[in-house]
């Protein structure tokens, strides 16, 4: 059964991303979808998968991450407006019946995703 998975690592901190709020959206031409809202445990990882099954299929989705809620909570001084704030992933998915893994490495000024498993 093919899911959809994140994790958030705070690279700047050495530590999980725990608290951050992402937005899922699956994209259909100019347009998009609301899905779900997750919020990441302690670990920086969410408590299930995002989409499994049924709700995962061959298609286009956005992760929005809310780094800058995140990094504000931590106390993490910036000049406003934040060089980071709201981070959209765009990704494709080309078998519903894989695993696909997009964590999110997050530091202030900056931030690398890719899939992993």
């Known amino acids: 059964m093919g899911r959809l998975t994140t994790h958030v690592l705070?690279?700047?901190?050495?530590?999980?991303?725990?608290?951050?709020?992402?937005?899922?959206?699956?994209?259909?031409?100019?347009?998009?979808t609301c899905l779900k809202e997750v919020v990441t445990n302690d670990?920086?990882?969410?408590?299930?998968p995002i989409l499994e099954g049924e709700a995962f299929s061959v298609g286009e989705y956005e992760?929005?991450?809310?780094?800058g809620d995140y990094l504000r909570a931590r106390g993490?001084?910036?000049?406003?407006?934040?060089?980071?704030?709201?981070?959209?992933?765009r990704f494709g998915v080309a078998d519903a019946d894989a695993h696909y893994h997009v964590p999110l490495l997050l530091s202030p000024y900056g931030y690398a995703t890719y899939r992993g498993s």
Do not use: K, N, S, W
């Not at 530590?15 to 994209?27: C, F, M, Q, S």
């Not at 992760?63 to 780094?67: I, N, P, R, S, Y």
């Open 63 to 67: 992760l929005v991450f809310h780094a």
């Open 43 to 48: 670990d920086g990882r969410c408590d299930a």
């Open 10 to 32: 705070d690279t700047a901190q050495g530590r999980p991303g725990e608290g951050i709020r992402i937005e899922v959206y699956r994209l259909e031409g100019e347009g998009r």
């Open 76 to 89: 993490v001084e910036a000049p406003e407006p934040r060089f980071l704030d709201v981070i959209p992933l």
